[in-house]
């Protein structure tokens, strides 16, 4: 009768056991769920902040460089072909004047 007991015993620790560790492991996955939910949720909201503030910064961009007040749009020719100049006398330094002799 004691090898029954103990028999019967051991299968009642081993199922409690089990159902722990069943438990441990819904606890577990519980939280990873949510864990990846939230984590979800935050990057969804960072992607949307990411696409209204890269649309609004297009935006800001595009008005910015065609928009300028006060000015006009003048066309210039283009100048034509320089001609090619030999050779330039280098420039004579200017001669210093005498400095005015001093009279008492």
């Not at 560790?21 to 909201?45: D, N």
């Amino acid at each position: 009768m004691t090898r029954v007991l103990l028999a019967l015993a051991g299968v009642v620790l081993l199922a409690v056991t089990a159902l722990a560790l069943v438990w441990l492991l819904g606890q577990l996955l519980t939280g990873l769920g949510i864990f990846i939910v939230g984590a979800a949720g935050v990057l969804g909201r960072l992607l949307w902040f990411l696409l209204v503030a890269g649309g609004l910064s297009g935006l800001v961009y595009f008005v910015a460089s065609a928009w300028r007040p006060g000015t006009r749009l003048t066309v210039t020719p283009a100048p034509g072909p320089q001609p090619h100049r030999a050779a330039q006398a280098a420039p004579t330094p200017a001669s210093p004047e005498p400095a005015p002799e001093a009279r008492p």
